[in-house]
C-alpha cells in the first residue's frame, strides 16, 4: 500500500453538504432597542399626561379694564357672543364670482376625514355648518371653477380660521384645518 496524505472527511453519497454554523446573535441590540422604545413610551405618556391636564377650556369671561373705551368693549363683548354661537360647529364658505362653464356651475365639497358633502353655490356665495366632531382629524372645503372666475373660501372650527383662494380656469379653492397633538385646530 502507498502512504497517502490526510484528506478531510468525504461526504456520504446523496447527502447534501454540511452548512457552517451560523454565527450566535447578540443580545446587545435587543438591549438597545428596548431602551430606545422605553424612552419614546415615556414621552407618549408625559405628552399625554400634559395634554389631559393643559388641554382644559374655561369659560369665564373677564370684564373689561378700566383703560378700554365702550365701543372696544362692545366689540369685545360681539367678538365672545359670536365666538360661544360658533362654539361646536364648523362653519364653510366660499364666496366670489364664478360664471357657469360647460360643465356647470361651480363644483363645491366639504365636510371632514369621514363625512364628505357636496355643496350649492347661489347668488355668488355658499355657506354650510355642520356640528363639531372632536374624533375628526380634519375639516375641508374645496371648490372648483368650470373654466372662469375668481372665489375665496374659508373653513372655521372653533374660532380658528384657514382661508384658500382661486382664480380663472379650472382651479381649485382649497382650504383645511386639522386637529393637532393638543386638541386644538391648525
Known amino acids: 500500500m502507498s502512504n497517502q496524505p490526510p484528506y478531510p472527511p468525504q461526504q456520504p453519497y446523496g447527502q447534501p453538504p454540511f452548512q457552517p454554523q451560523p454565527p450566535k446573535k447578540r443580545s446587545v441590540g435587543k438591549?438597545?432597542?428596548l431602551g430606545c422604545l422605553g424612552i419614546v413610551g415615556l414621552f407618549v405618556v408625559i405628552a399625554i399626561a400634559a395634554a389631559v391636564i393643559g388641554g382644559g377650556t374655561s369659560n369665564s369671561k373677564s370684564t373689561a379694564p378700566a383703560g378700554?373705551?365702550?365701543?372696544?368693549?362692545?366689540a369685545d363683548t360681539k367678538k365672545a357672543a359670536t365666538k360661544d354661537a360658533t362654539d361646536g360647529k364648523v362653519v364653510f364658505k366660499v364666496w366670489g364670482t364664478a360664471p357657469a362653464g360647460a360643465l356647470g356651475g361651480l363644483d363645491i365639497g366639504y365636510g371632514s376625514d369621514s363625512?364628505?358633502?357636496k355643496g350649492?353655490?347661489?347668488d355668488g356665495?355658499?355657506?354650510a355648518t355642520l356640528t363639531l366632531d372632536k374624533d375628526a382629524m380634519y375639516y375641508n372645503v374645496n371648490a372648483q371653477l368650470q373654466g372662469s372666475g375668481d372665489?375665496?373660501?374659508s373653513v372655521t372650527v372653533d374660532g380658528k380660521t384657514?382661508?384658500?383662494h382661486a382664480?380663472?380656469?379650472y382651479n381649485i379653492c382649497n382650504a383645511q384645518l386639522s386637529s393637532n397633538f393638543t386638541g386644538g385646530w391648525s
Open 31 to 33: 438591549v438597545v432597542g
Open 115 to 117: 363625512d364628505t358633502r
Open 151 to 153: 372665489i375665496n373660501c
Open 125 to 127: 356665495r355658499f355657506e
Open 167 to 169: 382664480s380663472g380656469g
Open 162 to 164: 384657514k382661508q384658500g
Open 68 to 74: 378700554k373705551s365702550p365701543d372696544k368693549a362692545a
Open 120 to 122: 350649492t353655490f347661489k
